[in-house]
């Protein structure tokens, strides 16, 4: 090892200073050392800490929650426990709280900027109540890897990932979210349709950052489409309305105008009708998006779309199987397999051990097959964006054109 002498010793030491003094390094979280006052259910207060997000605290529509901090602190981290609402940062003048940053809460998990206070308010500005599952303070320093900064999904998608509950998207599709997402650098757009409580949406939310997803998902259909298991395609349909969910898919294909979209096994998985429910949907929503004649009524602005690729995981035609066991570059040599097991224990409430990801065996999340190609038949059939990527004078010398039919609406059949 190399001697040093007292310059190096007083440089490398002035640098240390400088580095403690800017905060560098990951920031510290001040939560525990911080005094915190609410408005109301001062009893529920501990809630915003015990790493649970079933559990809450409920301020009210005009609800506040008072810091004072042991350190300058440069952020909030919250994960919201009700409906989005808005929310305002306050400090104290005088003997009054005067506003200094106002805005709309936009995601569950959301991190606050702020610039080193000691002493402020967050308070709701309604309508509806200010309820919190978990709060994080930080002092100074890069933000800690989860700390989710999302951003809103912006134009058009190559993948969407149509699924009916928050773990789906993870255990039945296994490694196409982290593979097509981080290491292929597409534009991957995850669409939960049930409606779901706070808490599995912010669970999904981790899932996603875990896998490399930054741009935030279609969290829910809706109140109208309840999450309630039921067998029966029939059933879901009726509960949730057949019409609404058309409309529903339909404007998400219009919106995000995927290239591909990859999508439930027809049977359900291992039976759920809602997952049977999906890939029927998408079925008649492939057609229904392209058929200028088709409105969706609260965005008739919409134009029509006609995605290139459909894919239904374990549908017997036209068969592919992905390799999530290669390693990748974009998660240091870790395989889309290896991220999709953390990612999936994201979904801290559904450890139950009853399900696990797995790429074998009969519900295989490698496995899937082509309904739908306006590009051509798969050769290779181990890339759901086969032909796509190709170049014009790479592919066959033929027009493209629509190779799988899958029927008319009136006559694709219910898989009960």
């Given at each position: 090892m190399y001697g040093m002498n007292g310059k190096h010793f007083i440089g490398w030491l002035?640098?240390?200073?400088?580095?403690?003094?800017?905060?560098?390094?990951?920031?510290?979280?001040?939560?525990?050392?911080?005094?915190?006052r609410v408005n109301r259910n001062g009893n529920d207060k501990e809630r915003l800490t015990d790493d649970r997000y079933k559990t809450y605290w409920n301020g009210g529509p005009k609800g506040w929650l008072e810091f004072e901090t042991s350190e300058p602190c440069f952020g909030l981290y919250i994960r919201w426990a009700e409906e989005l609402t808005g929310y305002q940062i306050e400090t104290m003048t005088g003997e009054q709280w005067i506003p200094e940053q106002s805005a709309t809460?936009?995601?569950?998990?959301?991190?606050?900027?702020?610039?080193?206070?000691?002493?402020?308010?967050l308070a709701g500005t309604g309508p509806n109540d200010l309820c919190i599952t978990e709060i994080e303070l930080l002092g100074s320093g890069e933000l800690p890897q989860h700390v989710e900064l999302w951003q809103p999904f912006e134009g058009e998608a190559d993948l969407m990932v149509l699924s009916a509950h928050p773990d789906d998207e993870i255990l039945w599709f296994g490694g196409t979210i982290p593979y097509y997402r981080s290491e292929r650098g597409k534009r991957v757009l995850v669409v939960n349709v049930s409606e779901q409580p706070a808490s599995r949406k912010c669970e999904l939310l981790d899932c996603l950052w875990t896998c490399g997803v930054r741009e935030y998902p279609v969290l829910s259909g809706g109140k109208a489409f309840k999450d309630r298991y039921n067998s029966q395609v029939s059933q879901i349909l009726k509960m949730w309305g057949e019409e609404n969910l058309y409309?529903?898919?339909?404007?998400?294909?219009?919106?995000?105008?995927?290239?591909?979209?990859?999508?439930?096994?027809?049977?359900?998985?291992?039976?759920?009708?809602?997952?049977?429910?999906?890939?029927?949907?998408?079925?008649?929503?492939?057609?229904?998006?392209?058929?200028?004649?088709?409105i969706i009524e609260d965005a008739p602005e919409l134009k029509p779309w006609q995605i290139?690729?459909?894919?239904?995981?374990?549908?017997?035609?036209?068969?592919?199987?992905?390799?999530?066991?290669?390693?990748?570059?974009?998660?240091?040599?870790?395989?889309?397999?290896?991220?999709?097991?953390?990612?999936?224990?994201r979904h801290r409430t559904q450890q139950s051990g009853k399900y696990e990801v797995r790429d074998f065996g009969k519900h295989d999340n490698r496995r899937f097959g082509l309904y739908y190609s306006?590009?051509?038949?798969?050769?290779?059939?181990?890339?759901?964006?086969?032909?796509?990527?190709?170049?014009e004078t790479e592919r066959e010398s033929v027009?493209?054109?629509?190779?799988?039919?899958p029927g008319s609406i009136e006559t694709v059949q219910i898989n009960e």
């Amino acid at each position: 090892m190399y001697g040093m002498n007292g310059k190096h010793f007083i440089g490398w030491l002035l640098l240390f200073l400088l580095i403690a003094a800017t905060g560098f390094g990951e920031a510290a979280d001040i939560t525990r050392t911080t005094r915190i006052r609410v408005n109301r259910n001062g009893n529920d207060k501990e809630r915003l800490t015990d790493d649970r997000y079933k559990t809450y605290w409920n301020g009210g529509p005009k609800g506040w929650l008072e810091f004072e901090t042991s350190e300058p602190c440069f952020g909030l981290y919250i994960r919201w426990a009700e409906e989005l609402t808005g929310y305002q940062i306050e400090t104290m003048t005088g003997e009054q709280w005067i506003p200094e940053q106002s805005a709309t809460a936009r995601y569950y998990n959301e991190y606050i900027p702020l610039d080193g206070k000691s002493h402020f308010r967050l308070a709701g500005t309604g309508p509806n109540d200010l309820c919190i599952t978990e709060i994080e303070l930080l002092g100074s320093g890069e933000l800690p890897q989860h700390v989710e900064l999302w951003q809103p999904f912006e134009g058009e998608a190559d993948l969407m990932v149509l699924s009916a509950h928050p773990d789906d998207e993870i255990l039945w599709f296994g490694g196409t979210i982290p593979y097509y997402r981080s290491e292929r650098g597409k534009r991957v757009l995850v669409v939960n349709v049930s409606e779901q409580p706070a808490s599995r949406k912010c669970e999904l939310l981790d899932c996603l950052w875990t896998c490399g997803v930054r741009e935030y998902p279609v969290l829910s259909g809706g109140k109208a489409f309840k999450d309630r298991y039921n067998s029966q395609v029939s059933q879901i349909l009726k509960m949730w309305g057949e019409e609404n969910l058309y409309q529903f898919v339909t404007k998400m294909i219009r919106q995000y105008r995927p290239k591909v979209v990859v999508t439930h096994d027809e049977n359900g998985e291992y039976g759920h009708g809602a997952h049977k429910t999906c890939a029927y949907s998408m079925k008649r929503c492939l057609k229904l998006a392209a058929d200028p004649d088709y409105i969706i009524e609260d965005a008739p602005e919409l134009k029509p779309w006609q995605i290139q690729k459909l894919y239904i995981h374990l549908y017997p035609e036209n068969e592919i199987e992905m390799d999530w066991r290669v390693p990748l570059d974009s998660f240091g040599g870790r395989t889309a397999y290896d991220v999709a097991c953390e990612a999936f224990l994201r979904h801290r409430t559904q450890q139950s051990g009853k399900y696990e990801v797995r790429d074998f065996g009969k519900h295989d999340n490698r496995r899937f097959g082509l309904y739908y190609s306006a590009v051509g038949p798969d050769k290779e059939k181990n890339d759901f964006f086969e032909n796509i990527e190709a170049s014009e004078t790479e592919r066959e010398s033929v027009p493209a054109k629509v190779i799988l039919d899958p029927g008319s609406i009136e006559t694709v059949q219910i898989n009960e």
